[in-house]
């Protein structure tokens, strides 16, 4: 039978509490961390010549929805009554939600250093130590909303405006595709001053910190941003029922994204599963 | 720098520091390859920036290398003709050396860990082997 994942506004004291306590259990163990070093090692841009699966590339949203699939799984192997909640951010779009109290996320960091100092992933309540990052730096970080260079969260309408388009993804397969859902959902933008961070992109630079970069995994926030990703995907899927993932077949030899995207029925690092088979998981979660 | 030495220096930080030292970038600056297209870039530079030592010179593999306070930074090349580095992943910059900036920019007082050098490398997809 299929679990929900549920709004993390609508979630219980005593829900709020299971998911942090499942989510430190697995840092406690050392499998969260393999999360974090999975993402890192699967950051490639779209410049650099290789196969890109889980940036800039039409695979983006079907490889975090196996990566979020495997990271529940570990949580509900803790407690099976967990889930992923996610955070729609056009809503809860402000330092002053819930999300980010004491009990849940923990709040912004300090101006000083960008140190997380509330919650349970405050460094110095001894349960969160930053082992995997790109700085030495041992503590998670946060800027809420970037006040050196203010940026505000995506709008309901910008989401919209996104949900209108009806081809999954198009050539050239990468962030400067110009149109398909997959790119303007990333939130890859040409323009100038924050116009070129949109949707999904826009989030990670608003929470700033650790968020901002390959580490982002580190903040435990990072679920429940994608977690919204897969749903806005998912309720995509469902008003464009004909809509298949695309690339339907590899780009050809001569091609300039040759064996560097992943096609319809191809398999994506590190487990080997296909987009085509992530594209349906109503018999595994649905969204409440 | 002897050769002795050199055999002793193990680590890719080690090695890569050591390929900025002595004449190194003046000597680069002057070759046919590092020439007036890769300055112009932004991809041969040695500079202080907010209290960090930024040191950026092209590759031998292509792209650039880049060093913070001597340890490499990973700048990658992006189809929009810019260059992102896995401290910020969702800004590209016009040069390397803008990247660079940019980076450290967002850095805080942390060094660069090994990480920010061999990010992006998933298996079977190492162009340099620094995927230990």
Same mark, same amino acid.
Request: with cysteine; hydrophobic share 35%.
């Given at each position: 039978m299929a679990y929900t994942r549920k709004n993390q506004r609508d979630l219980t004291g005593a829900e709020r509490k299971k998911f942090v306590a499942a989510v430190l259990e697995l840092k406690r163990t050392g499998v969260y961390d393999r999360f974090v070093r999975t993402h890192i090692e699967h950051y490639?841009?779209?410049?650099?010549g290789k196969l890109r699966v889980a =940036?800039?590339?039409?695979?983006f949203l079907p490889w975090h929805r196996k990566f979020l699939l495997e990271f529940e799984r570990e949580l509900r192997r803790v407690d099976p009554t967990v889930s992923v909640p996610y955070w729609d951010w056009t809503r809860d779009?402000?330092?002053?939600? %819930?999300? &980010? %109290?004491d009990d849940f996320m923990g709040g912004n960091g300090r101006?000083?250093?960008? *140190? /997380?100092?509330?919650?349970?992933?405050?460094h110095a309540g001894g349960r969160w130590t930053i082992n =995997?990052?790109?700085?030495?730096?041992r503590f998670l970080t946060r800027d809420l909303? @970037? !006040? @050196?260079?203010p940026i505000t969260l995506p709008t309901q309408a910008q989401l919209e405006e996104v949900m209108?388009? @009806?081809?999954y993804d198009v050539a !050239?397969?990468?962030?400067?595709?110009?149109?398909?859902?997959r790119n303007r959902l990333e939130g890859w933008a040409a323009g100038q001053g924050n116009e070129r961070f949109r949707i999904h992109n826009r989030v990670h630079r608003w929470v700033g910190?650790?968020?901002?970069?390959?580490?982002? /995994?580190?903040? !435990?926030v990072f679920w429940l941003h994608h977690s919204f990703v897969d749903l806005v995907w998912s309720r995509w899927q469902q008003r464009n029922p004909g809509a298949a993932y695309l690339p339907a077949e590899p780009p050809p030899l001569?091609?300039? *994204?040759y064996r560097k995207v992943v096609a319809r029925h191809q398999p994506m690092t590190? &487990?080997?599963?296909?987009p085509a088979e992530m594209f349906d998981h109503s018999a595994i979660y649905r969204y409440a | 720098m002897t050769f002795p030495r050199r055999l002793a220096l193990r680590s890719l930080l080690t090695l890569t520091a050591a390929a900025f030292t002595g004449g190194a970038l003046a000597r680069i600056a002057v070759t046919p390859r590092g020439g007036a297209a890769v300055r112009a870039s932004g991809g041969t530079f040695d500079e202080m920036y907010r209290g960090r030592r930024i040191q950026g010179r092209p590759a031998p593999a292509g792209g650039t290398e880049v060093l913070v306070d001597g340890r490499p930074l990973h700048v990658m090349r992006c189809a929009d003709g810019g260059f992102l580095t896995p401290i910020d992943h969702y800004q590209t910059y016009p040069t390397p050396l803008a990247a660079t900036r940019g980076a450290v920019d967002e850095l805080g007082s942390a060094p660069l860990s090994r990480f920010a050098a061999a990010h992006g490398v998933h298996p079977g997809g190492s162009p340099r082997g620094v995927h230990a």
């Amino acid at each position: 039978m299929a679990y929900t994942r549920k709004n993390q506004r609508d979630l219980t004291g005593a829900e709020r509490k299971k998911f942090v306590a499942a989510v430190l259990e697995l840092k406690r163990t050392g499998v969260y961390d393999r999360f974090v070093r999975t993402h890192i090692e699967h950051y490639t841009a779209d410049g650099e010549g290789k196969l890109r699966v889980a =940036h800039m590339a039409p695979s983006f949203l079907p490889w975090h929805r196996k990566f979020l699939l495997e990271f529940e799984r570990e949580l509900r192997r803790v407690d099976p009554t967990v889930s992923v909640p996610y955070w729609d951010w056009t809503r809860d779009n402000s330092p002053a939600s %819930s999300l &980010w %109290s004491d009990d849940f996320m923990g709040g912004n960091g300090r101006r000083s250093d960008l *140190q /997380v100092m509330t919650g349970p992933f405050a460094h110095a309540g001894g349960r969160w130590t930053i082992n =995997h990052a790109m700085t030495e730096g041992r503590f998670l970080t946060r800027d809420l909303g @970037r !006040p @050196r260079d203010p940026i505000t969260l995506p709008t309901q309408a910008q989401l919209e405006e996104v949900m209108r388009e @009806r081809t999954y993804d198009v050539a !050239p397969w990468n962030s400067t595709s110009a149109s398909g859902f997959r790119n303007r959902l990333e939130g890859w933008a040409a323009g100038q001053g924050n116009e070129r961070f949109r949707i999904h992109n826009r989030v990670h630079r608003w929470v700033g910190g650790l968020m901002l970069g390959g580490a982002s /995994v580190n903040d !435990p926030v990072f679920w429940l941003h994608h977690s919204f990703v897969d749903l806005v995907w998912s309720r995509w899927q469902q008003r464009n029922p004909g809509a298949a993932y695309l690339p339907a077949e590899p780009p050809p030899l001569g091609d300039a *994204q040759y064996r560097k995207v992943v096609a319809r029925h191809q398999p994506m690092t590190p &487990w080997g599963v296909t987009p085509a088979e992530m594209f349906d998981h109503s018999a595994i979660y649905r969204y409440a | 720098m002897t050769f002795p030495r050199r055999l002793a220096l193990r680590s890719l930080l080690t090695l890569t520091a050591a390929a900025f030292t002595g004449g190194a970038l003046a000597r680069i600056a002057v070759t046919p390859r590092g020439g007036a297209a890769v300055r112009a870039s932004g991809g041969t530079f040695d500079e202080m920036y907010r209290g960090r030592r930024i040191q950026g010179r092209p590759a031998p593999a292509g792209g650039t290398e880049v060093l913070v306070d001597g340890r490499p930074l990973h700048v990658m090349r992006c189809a929009d003709g810019g260059f992102l580095t896995p401290i910020d992943h969702y800004q590209t910059y016009p040069t390397p050396l803008a990247a660079t900036r940019g980076a450290v920019d967002e850095l805080g007082s942390a060094p660069l860990s090994r990480f920010a050098a061999a990010h992006g490398v998933h298996p079977g997809g190492s162009p340099r082997g620094v995927h230990a």
